[in-house]
Nanobody
Framework: QVQLVESGGGLVQAGGSLRLSCAAS????????MGWYRQAPGKQRELVAQ???????NYADSVKGRFTISRDNARNAMYLQMNSLKPEDTAVYYC??????????????WGQGTQVTVSS
């Protein structure tokens, strides 16, 4: 069983910074891609940033230049450094792991989410 646990969310003023962490636990052989998604009230879940193989990154246009995704493959962990936060960044942020290889085969997994609130 693979579990993803996020941490680091909270309340911050506009212009401030937060660092989110995601830790994957379980008997994991490999993880192809990890990413951060977010969902604001009344809106669909959207991709914020994704990192594949620990090297290739992809960002939503709205966060480019402000957010940085990174990954520690040895620890099956992922991070999101969020700078210059804006009120429109307020959402629940979810950790995602794609094509996770375990003894049971391959699967995709989600964390439970962590709330990020940016006040104006």
């Amino acid at each position: 069983q693979v579990q993803l646990v996020e941490s680091g969310g909270g309340l911050v003023q506009a212009g401030g910074s937060l660092r989110l962490s995601c830790a994957a636990s379980g008997i994991i052989f490999s993880i192809n891609a990890m990413g951060w998604y977010r969902q604001a009230p009344g809106k669909q879940r959207e991709l914020v940033a994704q990192i594949t193989g620990g090297i290739t990154t992809n960002y939503a246009d709205s966060v480019k230049g402000r957010f940085t995704i990174s990954r520690d493959n040895a620890r099956n962990a992922m991070y999101l450094q969020m700078n210059s936060l804006k009120p429109e960044d307020t959402a629940v942020y979810y950790c995602n792991a794609e094509r996770v290889h375990t003894s049971r085969g391959w699967g995709n997994y989600w964390g439970q989410g962590t709330q990020v609130t940016v006040s104006s």
